[in-house]
């Protein structure tokens, strides 16, 4: 059941909710008001969005994972929706808490209940009755009583104690629902950041092998170079040395790739051999766009979901109070019952057979040892630590988006530093070879730009992963994502 449908259960019509305030009367305490942080004008240092030259301030694609252009990527995360097990668990807490504010929202409504009952009843001769009987023996005589009827009560709520405390639930249901959301952000989130780092780690995986063929090859060169005396052992041996150790650092990222892939199986709930075979083989680290929109600052406020979950935990404590201060006053119940007695069924038939009863009750407390004033302080308590923590909330979201932004902008000026590196290390390498071979230059040379050109290119395949996984965490602090379906199964 949805939270919408739970209000929906919860209060009725608009006529029976009329009709439930004019019996219950005033709600004590403070009512919910919406809470207020202060949003900075704009991102990165309130600086205008769109003078960063990869950011615009348009509004954040709920379905960002699209941006990438990746369909593998794209049909990960719609088996993650629907398979992801901590995303389970988080549906299965909201329907709790939606059955939660069920149970409390039945103290709004009059309980009506049956009952029956049958006794064969015997007086004992040596009870007074008894003693009576000797001179009646009627009296004594064994006989059966039956009995069925209606009883109802209905707690008049005149200070709104049971109203508040269903206000309260319904808010917690609605924080539950907003906590859900935030798991599946998460499990999106990780799916890609997981994603973009196998990809990553398989694009230098292919870099360091191929430069273990190329140091396989110089060491073959060089071999025969000292054959043909036109270089020394020592060559030779740097020369193996290298290529031993490209080779070292192949079984470690190995390890790393199937790590990746064994971690994409647990969020999507799968084990490893029934992960999709698109995602075992080997595909290019998936490219960002040429620009990311982040909309407002003041939008992060009711776009994200913690910031929404705490808003709803502050609206719950906040009508906690009204509770607690409610509990000082009088609680004034109706209750009415009515049944039909008789010692025969044939009796149950006449309307001689009626016993009813109907009245108020009153309880007032009178002496609590200092309960409800301790109650009420801890509610008041509590309403000011979730105050507090939407407040921080708040702070650590634009924060975050901050953080994400200077880290995606200044990742793009490193992809571009790296993409010349590689350049420019690739035609020194070359060159190096080529005067190698015609012994102009020792090995030293050849070994030295070498070692360069693969920590160029290992760098720039970094840089591209972690361009791809700070986009990622930018569109988490955005709050983009959680808007996708859920699964309605309730099973």
Request: proline letters at 5%; hydrophobic letters at 40%; glycine letters at 6%.
């Amino acid at each position: 059941m949805t939270s919408m449908h739970l209000r929906r259960g919860l209060t009725g019509s608009a006529l029976s909710l009329g009709l439930l305030a004019a019996l219950s009367g005033c709600m004590l305490g403070p009512n919910d008001q919406a809470p207020h942080a202060n949003a900075p004008i704009a991102f990165l240092n309130d600086a205008p969005a769109s003078s960063a030259p990869y950011v615009s301030g348009g509004a954040v694609d709920p379905q960002w994972w699209n941006s990438f252009n990746d369909p593998v990527l794209t049909a990960l995360e719609t088996r993650a929706v629907q398979q992801n097990l901590d995303l389970q668990i988080a549906t299965q807490r909201l329907f709790e808490a939606e059955a939660q504010a069920q149970i409390q929202g039945a103290a709004l409504y009059p309980n009506l209940g049956a009952n029956a009952s049958y006794s064969r009843n015997v007086v004992s001769p040596n009870s007074p009755l008894g003693q009576f009987g000797k001179a009646f023996p009627s009296v004594t005589q064994p006989y059966n009583l039956y009995q069925y009827g209606l009883q109802t009560m209905f707690d008049l709520d005149l200070w709104g104690k049971n109203k508040r405390l269903v206000e309260a639930a319904v808010a917690k249901a609605r924080a539950s629902e907003e906590a859900r959301r935030a798991a599946l952000l998460n499990v999106e989130a990780q799916v890609a950041s997981n994603y973009i780092q196998l990809r990553g780690t398989e694009a230098v995986l292919g870099i360091t092998q191929k430069n273990l063929d190329f140091a396989n090859q110089l060491v073959k060169l060089t071999a025969e170079r000292q054959q043909a005396g036109l270089t020394t052992s020592l060559d030779v041996a740097n020369a193996r040395a290298t290529a031993a150790q490209i080779s070292a650092q192949i079984p470690t990222l190995i390890a790393q790739r199937d790590g990746l892939i064994n971690q994409i199986g647990l969020l999507l709930g799968q084990t490893p051999d029934g992960l999709p075979q698109d995602l075992l083989t080997p595909a290019p680290v998936p490219l960002t766009p040429p620009s990311v929109p982040v909309g407002l600052p003041a939008e992060l406020l009711t776009r994200r979901p913690d910031m929404r979950e705490a808003a709803d935990n502050l609206h719950a404590a906040t009508a906690q109070i009204g509770a607690a201060k409610a509990a000082f006053f009088p609680d004034i119940s109706l209750s009415a019952s009515a049944s039909l007695e008789g010692m025969t069924l044939n009796a149950m038939d006449s309307w001689k057979s009626l016993t009813y009863g109907f009245g108020p009750t009153v309880t007032l407390p009178l002496f609590e040892g200092g309960q409800l004033r301790g109650a009420l302080k801890l509610s008041e308590a509590k309403q000011k630590e979730a105050a507090i923590a939407y407040a921080k909330t708040a702070l650590t979201a634009f924060t975050q988006v901050n953080t994400a932004l200077v880290n995606y902008e200044q990742e793009h000026a490193t992809q571009q530093a790296l993409q010349e590196d590689v350049h420019q290390s690739q035609i020194a390498l070359s060159l190096a070879e080529e005067q190698y071979k015609e012994g102009l230059v020792d090995y030293l040379t050849v070994l030295t730009t070498q070692q360069t050109n693969l920590a160029a290119q290992q760098n720039q395949a970094d840089s591209l992963q972690k361009l791809g996984t700070d986009l990622v965490t930018l569109y988490q602090a955005l709050g983009g994502g959680w808007e996708g379906t859920y699964p309605s199964s309730r099973s």
